[in-house]
């Protein structure tokens, strides 16, 4: 089978057994009933469904939330505050220690440079991404946040943190994640998103990334940001070296939170990266991105929203439109991913009109406005 070929990429995958005594039209049936899939069954789908079963799940599980045809877009730019990081990941081809030459903080003009670039082009998202800086107070990230609020206004939003960043910043200015989440609140933060968290299992932070959090402490933090009243969505990274099982048990762990809090906006996932990274390694390909994506649609039955990466796939990505996805960015820039080889194009018109050209109708989504919007013909109001 091809999938069976295409799966070696990922050398655990090879190790997974095909669970006895399911079928297809079980987990259809399921499936068109409204009722969930367990993780015997997500095993099943990806060893055995094609990537038209798949497609069909998918497409059943969005169509609980969005008009078959509609999807959303917005564009946007990460903004790399800092490069300087003291977390060490070594599938990070981005960061300096603070020891080394390189390093570098943004100023508040930098940055205000940077957002003016992108309202320019039609954006109005800018997302905060840096490394975990030693030197770096709890006030530089209040000074800056409430200066953005100050001067945009409402007329652009900003993802503020990444729960990584958040939990090191906390932790590093002693303070509880519930009391850091309201000083950020004061400062006009209104969105603290999921980003950073690549595969949420204990296993796979001892392998890769033992200085950035643990899970539960991801988790921890992410319930007090919801609980603080500030809006998060949630994120994932495939293509180091994660088994199948570990990316289950990140789809599952998101689930049950979304369970928990109906506090998750958002699910994105994107493709690693390896180039220039101590790890290294070669990229997955686009079809297992895609069957992927498909899964993570049927899984996690209650996010509405489920974002395909133009970032790391390029005009490929539009193609997970067909594969569960209903939203995408145009980034302008993200440092992280650009130095591990991630290619951006400011063409967005003929972005959009791939899009087109698989059948939907893609519409701006103004973060700015509030959230939702949703597309037009959503049945979430
Ligand atoms: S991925 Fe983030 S936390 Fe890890 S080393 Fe790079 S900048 Fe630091």
């Given at each position: 089978?091809?999938?069976?070929?295409?799966?070696?990429?990922?050398?655990?995958?090879?190790?997974?057994?095909?669970?006895?005594?399911?079928?297809?039209?079980?987990?259809?049936?399921?499936?068109?009933?409204?009722?969930?899939?367990?993780?015997?069954?997500?095993?099943?789908?990806?060893?055995?469904?094609?990537d038209s079963?798949l497609c069909s799940l998918a497409a059943e599980v969005r169509g609980r939330f969005h008009a078959s045809t509609a999807c959303t877009y917005m564009v946007m730019?990460?903004?790399?505050?800092?490069?300087?990081?003291?977390?060490?990941?070594?599938?990070?081809?981005?960061?300096?220690?603070?020891?080394?030459?390189?390093?570098?903080?943004?100023?508040?003009?930098?940055?205000?440079?940077?957002?003016?670039?992108?309202?320019?082009?039609g954006g109005?998202?800018?997302?905060?991404?840096?490394?975990?800086?030693?030197?770096?107070?709890?006030?530089?990230?209040?000074?800056?946040?409430?200066?953005?609020?100050?001067?945009?206004?409402?007329?652009?939003?900003?993802?503020?943190?990444?729960?990584?960043?958040?939990?090191?910043?906390?932790?590093?200015?002693?303070?509880?994640?519930?009391?850091?989440?309201?000083?950020?609140?004061?400062?006009?933060?209104?969105?603290?998103?999921?980003?950073?968290?690549?595969?949420?299992?204990?296993?796979?932070?001892?392998?890769?990334?033992?200085?950035?959090?643990?899970?539960?402490?991801?988790?921890?933090?992410?319930?007090?940001?919801?609980?603080?009243?500030?809006?998060?969505?949630?994120?994932?990274?495939?293509?180091?070296?994660?088994?199948?099982?570990?990316?289950?048990?990140?789809?599952?762990?998101?689930?049950?939170?979304?369970?928990?809090?109906?506090?998750?906006?958002s699910f994105l996932c994107w493709?690693?990266?390896?180039?220039?990274?101590?790890?290294?390694?070669?990229?997955?390909?686009a079809a297992?991105y895609l069957r992927h994506l498909a899964?993570c649609r049927i899984?996690?039955?209650?996010v509405p929203r489920i974002r395909t990466s133009v970032l790391t796939q390029n005009q490929q990505a539009l193609i997970g439109l067909n594969y569960g996805a209903d939203d995408f960015d145009l980034p302008?820039?993200?440092?992280?991913?650009?130095?591990?080889?991630?290619?951006?194009s400011?063409d967005f018109d003929r972005i959009l009109n791939y899009a087109r050209e698989l059948g939907y109708s893609p519409e701006y989504r103004h973060v700015?406005?509030?959230?939702p919007p949703w597309p037009t013909g959503s049945k979430l109001?």
């Amino acid at each position: 089978m091809v999938w069976q070929r295409l799966a070696l990429y990922t050398g655990s995958m090879s190790q997974l057994t095909v669970p006895l005594g399911i079928t297809f039209s079980d987990i259809a049936a399921k499936v068109t009933n409204g009722s969930r899939i367990g993780s015997a069954e997500a095993r099943w789908l990806w060893i055995n469904a094609s990537d038209s079963e798949l497609c069909s799940l998918a497409a059943e599980v969005r169509g609980r939330f969005h008009a078959s045809t509609a999807c959303t877009y917005m564009v946007m730019r990460i903004i790399n505050y800092t490069n300087v990081c003291v977390a060490q990941c070594d599938y990070c081809a981005f960061y300096k220690l603070p020891s080394q030459d390189g390093g570098y903080v943004l100023s508040h003009e930098e940055v205000f440079v940077k957002l003016d670039e992108l309202l320019a082009l039609g954006g109005d998202l800018a997302a905060f991404n840096g490394g975990f800086n030693p030197h770096l107070p709890l006030s530089y990230y209040c000074d800056l946040f409430a200066s953005i609020r100050a001067r945009y206004g409402d007329s652009l939003e900003f993802y503020a943190l990444t729960i990584a960043e958040f939990v090191y910043l906390a932790d590093h200015a002693k303070l509880s994640y519930t009391a850091a989440a309201a000083r950020l609140k004061d400062a006009g933060v209104r969105w603290i998103t999921g980003g950073g968290s690549e595969i949420l299992t204990e296993e796979f932070r001892a392998r890769h990334s033992k200085f950035k959090y643990t899970v539960a402490q991801y988790f921890e933090a992410q319930r007090a940001i919801v609980d603080a009243g500030l809006k998060t969505t949630a994120t994932m990274v495939i293509g180091f070296d994660e088994s199948f099982e570990e990316r289950l048990e990140h789809l599952e762990r998101t689930r049950q939170f979304q369970d928990e809090t109906n506090g998750l906006a958002s699910f994105l996932c994107w493709t690693f990266k390896p180039y220039f990274t101590q790890i290294g390694g070669i990229e997955i390909t686009a079809a297992e991105y895609l069957r992927h994506l498909a899964l993570c649609r049927i899984y996690l039955d209650n996010v509405p929203r489920i974002r395909t990466s133009v970032l790391t796939q390029n005009q490929q990505a539009l193609i997970g439109l067909n594969y569960g996805a209903d939203d995408f960015d145009l980034p302008i820039e993200d440092e992280v991913t650009q130095k591990a080889g991630a290619t951006i194009s400011l063409d967005f018109d003929r972005i959009l009109n791939y899009a087109r050209e698989l059948g939907y109708s893609p519409e701006y989504r103004h973060v700015s406005l509030g959230n939702p919007p949703w597309p037009t013909g959503s049945k979430l109001g």
